[in-house]
Antibody
Framework: EVQLQESGPGLVKPSQSLSLTCSVT????????WGWIRKFPGNKMEWMGY???????SYNPSLKSRISITRDTSKNQFFLQLNSVTTEDTATYYC????????????????WGQGVMVTVSS | DIQMTQSPASLSASLGETVSIECLAS??????LAWYQQKPGKSPQLLIY???SLQDGVPSRFSGSGSGTQYSLKINSLESEDAATYFC?????????FGGGTKLELK
């Protein structure tokens, strides 16, 4: 079974970088796409970006200058780095597998991690 | 970005009832819509994709319908385990965007 698990610090200071790891078991990250999504207090959700099976990336334009998603295929992990964080980046961060289909040129996230809550505070 | 307006924000229903949750897109999303269920402290679970396709393992009391800009999730014969937050996701246009969520409470 495909399983994803986020890890990383739960507290980050303003202006610093947020770094999270998503460890995947049961499936290779060299297939499909692998994304990061966050859920803010109040339940609004935002797609942050993803990394493809080939290592190419796509980011939400709202974050483009601050975000980086990378991977380590030898460990079957992918990573999120968000720079220059503010209190508005306080959220629960999820990693998820994204399935893209040419049946209708779209897709969905089918497996998600449990999420990690990150607070930005001094 | 495509705006997804989800309603209602919350609802309360009794066991055995049927409920519907709606997502209205700001433009045509060509059925490129998924529905999720999330319980507190748990990861989101995919229920429906491509507006009406039932994900493997999801009970048949869940169904999705709609087209164009209007979509709905219907839950028949509510069971206690259906108490959760439900949300929609459109992937027709970059970037993918989410509905605001509907919290379903069982009376």
């Amino acid at each position: 079974e495909v399983q994803l698990q986020e890890s990383g610090p739960g507290l980050v200071k303003p202006s610093q970088s947020l770094s999270l790891t998503c460890s995947v078991t049961g499936y290779s990250i060299t297939s499909n796409y692998w994304g990061w999504i966050r859920k803010f207090p109040g339940n609004k959700m935002e797609w942050m970006g993803y990394i493809s099976y080939s290592g190419s990336t796509s980011y939400n334009p709202s974050l483009k200058s601050r975000i980086s998603i990378t991977r380590d295929t030898s460990k079957n992990q992918f990573f999120l780095q968000l720079n220059s964080v503010t209190t508005e980046d306080t959220a629960t961060y999820y990693c998820a597998r994204y399935v893209y289909t040419t049946d209708y040129y779209g897709g969905y996230f089918d497996y998600w991690g449990q999420g990690v809550m990150v607070t930005v505070s001094s | 970005d495509i705006q997804m307006t989800q309603s209602p924000a919350s609802l309360s229903a009794s066991l055995g009832e049927t409920v519907s949750i709606e997502c209205l897109a700001s433009e045509d999303i060509y059925n490129n819509l998924a529905w999720y269920q999330q319980k507190p402290g748990k990861s989101p679970q995919l229920l429906i994709y491509y507006a009406s396709s039932l994900q493997d393992g999801v009970p048949s009391r869940f169904s999705g319908s709609g087209s164009g800009t209007q979509y709905s999730l219907k839950i028949n014969s509510l069971e206690s385990e259906d108490a959760a937050t439900y949300f929609c996701l459109q992937d027709s246009e970059y970037p993918p965007t989410f509905g605001g969520g509907t919290k379903l409470e069982l009376k």
